[in-house]
């Protein structure tokens, strides 16, 4: 029953993604992608990590990827953030900018870990 709950917040997350207003959606990506990624990404309810799944690809990922990953770490985003956060006549195109470069940079890192993973498995077997 809990299973079935977090699956339909996902998918409340995923039909309103992009009308919530850019202070919900960095909290929202800070949370499922840095905070809860692995825990979600191998959930053992199939319906939370295909809610997930999608989520990711197809709300986050694909919806984020056109933008070039010029920053070398989120440290560094999240001080551009700062900064920029700092002003108040901040446009939205930084904004999306701004939470896409974080998007790529959480998704690449989180991926990778997957993929050393998987290797070290296979390496093992």
């Given amino acids: 029953e809990h299973a079935l709950n977090m699956a339909k917040v996902l998918w409340f997350i995923y039909n309103n993604f992009n009308s919530f207003p850019y202070s919900i ?7 499922l992608l840095i905070t809860n990624f692995f825990r979600m990404f191998l ?33 560094d985003l999240n001080k551009e953030l700062l900064m920029y956060n700092q002003k108040r006549q901040q446009s939205q195109k930084a904004k999306k900018f701004f939470l896409g470069e974080l998007i790529n940079r959480e998704y690449a890192r989180n991926m990778t870990i997957m993929e050393n993973a998987f290797n070290k498995y296979n390496e093992e077997r």
Avoid: G, T
Avoid at 25 to 31: T, W
Avoid at 47 to 70: A, D
């Fill in 25 to 31: 959606k960095e909290e929202i990506v800070n949370y």
């Fill in 43 to 75: 959930h053992w309810s199939w319906s939370v990590r295909h809610v997930f799944h999608h989520l990711l690809l197809y709300r986050f990922y694909h919806q984020y990827r056109v933008y070039n990953n010029n920053l070398k770490n989120v440290d």
